[in-house]
């Protein structure tokens, strides 16, 4: 019977992505969907969300208690050398879409003329550098590598900065899976479960969103400033772990006793 029924909710993005759209068709059912969290999350069982900001947001949204249970983590125990080499390798992962904004990450990196610098860019999509009049010497220095056919964990190791732009997330999972991995993160100050992982900057880098010149001048400091970059990436290496420990068997306990 429907009266049994018991509803769970999980939020894997924050709620203020329903303040994005792209056409008056998306503003609609972006106000349609507001409504009805508005009305009918208060009757749920459990409301989950995936870090501790979108958990947070949503409650003062709806009105009503959310609990995190953040996504699991894989930790690696060997510690990964990075800003040891003359060159710096930058990474920007995830598919190239408005929200993702890579935008940011091409028009910053044209000012980085003076840095010998090596730029990853892993996406589903084509990325045409044609569109951003980027810089021919600049444009050597970038490599456009396609999902499904590299192995990130490689990556990963050579990364030296990884480089998020979106305009928000739930927790991200591709920054996670650097901080395993020792890189240092710079990302867009945005809604969502970065600052759970980077947290005031005393774990990683901000900066303004839209905003390439900061951006720029981010990147240029944490190469002048590598001791105390490098202390940032055992703080949020050291975080990291304990968060992983904070998710284990969560959902399986939690469905067992319902």
């Known amino acids: 019977h429907i009266y049994k029924l018991k509803i769970i909710t999980i939020e894997r993005t924050p709620i203020q992505e329903l303040n994005y759209y ?41 009105n009503c208690k959310v609990k995190t249970i953040i996504p699991y983590i894989k930790i690696s125990k060997k510690n ?13 992962i995830g598919r190239v879409s408005p929200e993702k904004n890579i ?3 091409l028009k910053a990196i044209n000012h ?4 010998n610098f090596n730029l990853n860019i892993v ?38 900065i990884l480089i998020s732009t979106s305009l928000y997330e739930g927790f991200p999972n591709v920054i996670a899976e650097a901080i395993n991995y020792n890189c240092l993160i710079i990302s867009a ?11 005031n900057e005393d774990r990683g880098l901000y900066y303004i969103s839209k905003d390439p010149h900061d951006l720029y001048k981010k990147i240029v400091y944490s190469i002048k400033n590598k001791n ?29 006793k319902l």
């Open 22 to 62: 792209s056409s008056y068709s998306k503003l609609f059912k972006n106000f349609i969907i507001k409504i009805l969290i508005k009305l009918y999350y208060k009757y749920a069982l459990i409301r989950i969300g995936n870090s501790n900001p979108v958990s947070r947001d949503l409650e003062k949204f709806c």
């Open 80 to 92: 990964f050398k990075k800003f040891d080499k003359h060159q710096i390798n930058l990474t920007w």
């Open 103 to 105: 935008n940011d990450l």
């Open 112 to 115: 980085l003329k003076e840095i």
């Open 123 to 160: 996406s589903d999509m084509k990325v045409n550098l044609n569109n951003f009049k980027i810089n021919k010497k600049i444009g050597k220095r970038i490599n456009i590598l396609k999902f499904g056919s590299l192995d990130l964990t490689k990556i990963y190791k050579k990364t030296d």
């Open 189 to 199: 100050k945005n809604f969502g479960g970065v600052r759970q992982l980077i947290g």
């Open 228 to 256: 105390l970059v490098k202390k940032k990436i055992y703080k949020s290496k050291r975080n990291l772990v304990k968060l992983s420990r904070l998710n284990n068997n969560i959902y399986k306990d939690l469905f067992n």
